[in-house]
């Protein structure tokens, strides 16, 4: 059964910084492209970053050059470094694989950024 579980989110003011982790078990994260998602009140889920197998990363919307998306194969684990954060990164962050499959999503972590 595979498990993943979010952590590292915070209220931050905009300019800071957070780094979120995406703990696995039951799969092998650098067997698989992942992804960071998040969801905003009001919106749909969507995806911010992603990383290959290969170890090859891609970004969405403004994320590129903030967000950095990285994974540690010791520790089957997934991170997003989020760096220069502004309100509307305001939202609950997912990590699945991508394409995400939907028995996978966890409780996600919450990002609130104040301006």
């Known amino acids: 059964q595979v498990h993943l579980v979010e952590s590292g989110g915070g209220s931050v003011q905009a300019g800071e910084s957070l780094r979120l982790s995406c703990a696995a078990s039951?799969?092998?994260?650098?067997?698989?492209?992942m992804g960071w998602y998040r969801q905003a009140p009001g919106h749909q889920r969507e995806l911010v970053a992603r990383i290959f197998t290969s170890g090859n990363t891609d970004y969405e919307y403004d994320a590129k050059g903030r967000f950095t998306i990285s994974r540690d194969s010791a520790k089957n684990t997934v991170y997003l470094q989020m760096n220069s954060l502004k309100p509307e990164d305001t939202a609950v962050y997912y990590c699945n694989i991508n394409p995400p499959y939907y028995t996978y999503w966890g409780q996600g972590t919450q990002v609130t950024v104040s301006s």
């Open positions: 039951g799969i092998i994260v650098r067997n698989n492209a």
